[in-house]
């Protein structure tokens, strides 16, 4: 018997899906934040392109401050994936959590098939953008897509 294995992928107008995640220091971070606008940046330390997406991620933090969640989600693994996680903070200006995906779960339940992939999810918990990759306009797709989502927030 040949058995299939169907790939979930969450899409634009799905729900993203609910996760408890660790931080660097241990702190379990609950996602989607609940009745906020959040960003959700999957990326690893070996992705070249992650190390130009963070720190516009990053910008969207420090631009639209306490109206919007956003954090970062390693696919990185191994004794030595903190040390390299906390350089790679330091070199891309991250002052967020690092939220750690260890086993690979979210990503899989995400369907992530690209570093970086950054979610914008609404505050009902709906993803309304997804960015695949890095390349040539990704930090106005970023910056005009969080500002719409934002505006658009229940009130």
């Known amino acids: 018997m040949i058995a299939l294995f169907l790939a979930t992928r969450v899409l634009i107008g799905d729900a993203f899906p609910a996760a408890s995640l660790p ?7 609950a996602l989607p934040a ?13 992705c070249a ?3 130009e997406a963070l720190p516009i991620v ?8 306490s109206d919007l969640v956003v ?7 191994g004794k030595d994936a903190r040390a390299k996680l906390e350089r790679m903070a330091d070199e891309t200006g991250l002052t967020g959590p690092i939220l ?3 086993d ?5 339940r995400l369907g992530v098939r690209k570093l970086p992939t950054t979610y914008i999810v609404d505050d009902k918990g709906v993803v309304r953008h997804i960015d695949n990759g890095f390349g040539p306009g990704y930090p106005s797709r970023l910056s005009g897509w969080t500002r719409q989502t934002l505006r658009a927030r229940s009130r």
């Open 23 to 29: 931080t660097l220091d241990g702190q379990m971070v």
């Open 34 to 46: 609940s009745g906020q606008v959040l960003v959700v940046e999957i990326f690893a330390t070996w």
């Open 49 to 51: 392109s992650c190390h």
């Open 58 to 65: 990053e910008g969207l933090r420090k631009r639209f401050g």
């Open 71 to 77: 954090v970062t989600v390693s696919e990185d693994e």
């Open 100 to 102: 750690l995906d260890p």
């Open 104 to 108: 690979h779960d979210l990503y899989r």
